[in-house]
């Protein structure tokens, strides 16, 4: 139990660095890099299995791993692959050149999610673009002169113009107050606004299968199929944004598999976790009907493709498989909700070991989500990701934890914190009625 002696609620408090060492970096950061990202104040020097350390000597256990590692931080496998490649591969080869590498990638890519064809990328920005730009090809294809797509709003699929410009996620940035990239239409996330903007230049529908960034949303059974079901009756293309969600995070290879079948998007997008929480790898994988719009020069990047990135999403994908990380994930997700649950006013919902955490009369999740990464003595420190109004996102390596981390996890800091987070200065009061 939390000591209540000077007790100060958590938004009250100020959270600084760590340690000297943190602090140092930090100012040198923020002397010359572009501030648009506002980080927590701990900086990462070496991570390892659920643990991130900081250069001062504290470490903090990773619960947003979902940006980076399914499997866990420096995967052994994955990264045996990448020096092998290194090593004795072929060191950066355009797409100029056949590679070894990008066969084993294209294959590998294809025989676990069931699809046709792939188009490396990067990041997810490039490839989530890449999505939308095929669909406007299809429509030319088709001699539609003005084609556009559907997307939703507040839904996320990275910052490059085609989605900043109309505002899809952030009405607030810069580039939609000048213009809108023609032919993206975004309406609310549900099947009557999808179907009402649908006309005769609709070309296609994207949409993540559940929304990541300022929640976790999840989405509906019904509704997903109805939306698929609406595409393939207006004979329109149904794609679906799984970079955050896909590949073992919320208990399928791709989220949609929990729809069954009928689900099936006509393409996919994948990213994140494809690259072993080492190398920036995505892709967008489709079927032949989809994928056969791709000529050559029509798209690509220099860095999609290349062979250390093969190299670390075929691994990736192996141990995602040989580890079983979508049973785990869906078995630790459903523990570490129900233990989430059972905190007075906390209200969790889950996919797999994507998590999402309301704290109950509280505007913001932000003063808890510090708290529990630079809150004094916090032992275990852990680091999650605050989302829009009061939610959190939580998200560990379903590769590195089992029920008794969560255990731990939930004796030694969650719990304390949340309790507090909401009733923080109404504690003693409720103390005092023996109410907890
Ligand atoms: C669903 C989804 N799509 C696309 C992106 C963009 O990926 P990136 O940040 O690599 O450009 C993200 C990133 O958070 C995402 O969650």
């Not at 903090?60 to 290194?86: C, F, P, R, T």
């Not at 995070?249 to 976790?273: H, I, N, S």
Request: net charge neutral; proline share 5%.
């Amino acid at each position: 139990m939390e000591d209540l002696t000077d007790w100060v609620p958590y938004e009250k408090r100020e959270y600084t660095p760590l340690g000297p060492k943190d602090a140092e970096v930090i100012k040198r950061t923020d002397i010359h890099s572009a501030k648009n990202y506002s980080p927590y104040p701990f900086v990462v020097d070496a991570a390892k299995g659920f643990w991130l350390y900081n250069m001062d000597g504290h470490r903090a256990v990773d619960l947003l791993s979902a940006y980076s590692a399914v499997l866990k931080h420096k995967h052994q496998g994955v990264i045996d692959a990448v020096n092998n490649e290194l090593k004795f591969g072929a060191d950066l080869v355009s797409r100029a050149l056949y590679t070894r590498a990008y066969a084993d990638f294209v294959e590998k890519v294809c025989e676990v999610t069931g699809y046709d064809n792939v188009l490396p990328k990067s990041d997810g920005g490039s490839i989530t673009d890449s999505a939308v730009s095929a669909l406007f090809m299809h429509g030319f294809e088709r001699g539609i002169d003005e084609p556009e797509v559907i997307l939703t709003t507040d839904y996320f699929h990275g910052r490059t113009l085609t989605f900043a410009a109309n505002a899809v996620f952030d009405p607030d940035q810069y580039y939609g107050r000048y213009g809108k990239v023609k032919g993206v239409k975004v309406v609310d996330h549900n099947l009557e606004a999808i179907s009402n903007a649908i006309n005769e230049n609709t070309i296609g529908i994207y949409i993540e299968t559940h929304k990541g960034e300022g929640g976790p949303l999840f989405s509906n059974k019904e509704e997903f199929l109805a939306i698929r079901k609406l595409a393939k009756e207006k004979n329109i293309f149904f794609g679906a944004d799984e970079i955050q969600t896909g590949l073992g995070r919320c208990g399928y290879l791709m989220a949609w598999q929990e729809y069954g079948k009928e689900a099936r998007p006509d393409f996919v997008t994948l990213g994140k976790a494809l690259g072993g929480g080492i190398i920036p790898v995505s892709a967008l994988v489709g079927t032949e009907k989809f994928m056969n719009i791709y000529k050559p020069g029509i798209d690509g990047s220099t860095h999609g493709g290349y062979p250390l990135a093969c190299a670390a999403a075929c691994a990736s994908l192996k141990y995602i498989i040989e580890e079983d990380i979508c049973k785990t994930s869906l078995e630790l997700g459903e523990y570490f909700t129900k233990q989430l649950n059972d905190i007075p006013g906390i209200k969790a919902e889950n996919r797999g070991l994507l998590i999402r955490l309301e704290i109950e009369g509280v505007e913001t999740a932000k003063p808890a989500c510090y708290e529990m990464l630079l809150g004094k003595h916090r032992d275990p420190r852990i680091f999650m990701k605050y989302g829009h109004k009061n939610y959190a996102r939580i998200a560990p390596p379903p590769g590195a934890i089992n029920k008794d981390t969560i255990d731990w996890l939930m004796d030694k800091t969650l719990r304390n914190v949340l309790l507090y987070a909401r009733e923080g200065p109404k504690l003693p009061r409720l103390i005092s009625k023996k109410i907890l």
